[in-house]
């Protein structure tokens, strides 16, 4: 009797510490989303929305100071978009190699490394990009632009530089959670597929992912939202000036722009990094809430 009651005791001490971390993480998101409203809406104010959201001019220290952040925004979703096209597939092409593939000796070996590779810190990417990514760029876009005598050369720091560290840096994630959901299908599925004629690349293909599909839009999400929020490693190989973000220009990101100017910035100055924080904070929700949504509906098809 005493057993049962201790241990109703620590079931309901249990259920109000996961009740009351609970409480603490939403309150931590709404915290943290109130805050961003409160401090990044005043320059929308001062500036003006279609100044601030849809200028071209970035010179916040000029006489005559302009605060445009269209382009800052536009390179976010260009680089993002277009790292996330490089790496998903990638990702998911190595995923269900390692899965339905390869031998476990094969498995055995390059899982490890695609996991090492979530464990390098960004400054790292960032470091190798600028010594050997970026030359290479540079004699590319030397080769492209011999004829040209208007391209401003930017050393290999641009555009394409930061999306294909972008795409290699969200490869770990897309890669293991992608891995675990191919893992997750059922058996019995592969062997009805089989045994209905269909060859092992159709089961995989028509079979397997989109009963992982679900998983794998966890992947996706979470790629994304790296891709996103990445500033360190951006900023080390994209040059860092406000351009219309086109492959061989030297851009900036959202999150490279508060990395670079929050430092010294003071007045309205300030209060525009703050918009251009809370122009990220809703990108990214609205990334996830769009993902999540594909996600439940591949559950309900299920």
Known sequence: MKEKVRLNAAEKTAEYIVSLLAVIAVFAVCAITAYMIAKGTP??????????????????????????????????????????????????????????IAGKKITAFVEPAVE??????????????????????????KYIFRNSETHQYTGGSNLMSAILVLAIMILPTVVN?????????????????????????????????????????????????????EAMAINMVAGGSVNIPLPFNSVRFLTTQLVSEMGYAEGIHRQVLFTVGLVLY?????????????????????
Request: no cysteine.
């Open 177 to 229: 959670v992608s891995a675990s959901s191919i893992r997750a299908v059922s058996k019995d599925l592969r062997a009805a597929s089989l045994a209905l004629g269909a060859s092992r690349i159709e089961t995989i293909f028509k079979v397997t992912i989109p009963a992982a599909r679900s998983g794998i839009m966890t992947g996706v999400v979470l790629g994304v939202g790296r891709a996103l929020g």
């Open 43 to 100: 320059a929308l104010v001062s500036v003006g929305v279609p100044e601030l959201l849809f200028g071209t001019v970035w010179k916040p220290t000029a006489s005559e100071a302009a605060y445009g952040i269209f382009y800052i925004i536009f390179t976010s979703i260009v680089g993002t978009g277009a790292s996330v096209f490089i790496g998903v597939p990638i990702g998911l092409l190595t995923a269900v190699f390692l899965t339905e």
């Open 116 to 141: 090492l590779l979530a464990a390098i810190p960004s400054v790292i990417y960032g470091l190798l990009g600028m010594m050997i990514l970026n030359p290479f760029m540079y004699k590319l876009e």
């Open 282 to 302: 809703i990108f990214i929700m609205i990334v996830n809430l769009i993902l999540q949504k594909l996600r439940k509906e591949a559950d309900e098809d299920e």
